[in-house]
């Protein structure tokens, strides 16, 4: 059973790398009506940019933005790629859209991951566990300021 996300009217998806957890199954119903976007795979779009525009055309509205890692804490801290793709895009987008850190039980940490200035948090984690999955609230009150 797939798990039961908070009120939206759209999602931001993102291409799997083949490292990273594939959600693609979860939103692959005929009965998935919401408006879905997809993060572009090699990253060569300007984050910036991309989240303007996205801001400038769905800022009155509230999506999921789904967000891929290596490791994730219970705080809402994400460590990627090392790139910092995700967190600029994420600077630039609407504060009341929802952030869901996707990763395999394995990725996440016991212990609080550094988080530096510039890390944008997640508000909720999408944790696979062999073909099932949870999803958790994460201990970030970003939402709640």
């Given at each position: 059973m797939p798990p039961v996300f908070p009120?939206?009217?759209?999602l931001i998806l993102y291409e799997p790398l083949f490292h990273e957890v594939n959600i693609s199954s979860l939103f692959s119903s005929p009965h998935t009506s919401k408006t879905t976007y997809t993060l572009p795979t090699g990253k060569t779009t300007d984050?910036?940019?991309?989240?303007?525009?996205?801001?400038?055309t769905l800022s009155h509205k509230t999506f999921l933005v789904f967000c891929p890692g290596k490791t994730f804490d219970m705080?809402?801290?994400?460590?990627g790629r090392g790139g910092g793709w995700y967190d600029r895009f994420l600077s630039r987008t609407p504060k009341h859209w929802i952030r869901i850190g996707v990763l395999y039980e394995k990725d996440l940490s016991p212990v609080p991951l550094l988080r530096q200035a510039w890390d944008e948090p997640m508000d909720y984690l999408l944790i696979q566990h062999?073909?099932?999955w949870t999803f958790e609230r994460t201990k970030n009150t970003r939402l709640e300021d």
């Open positions: 009120s939206h009217d759209g984050p910036f940019t991309l989240a303007e525009q996205y801001h400038d705080l809402g801290t994400r460590h062999e073909n099932e």
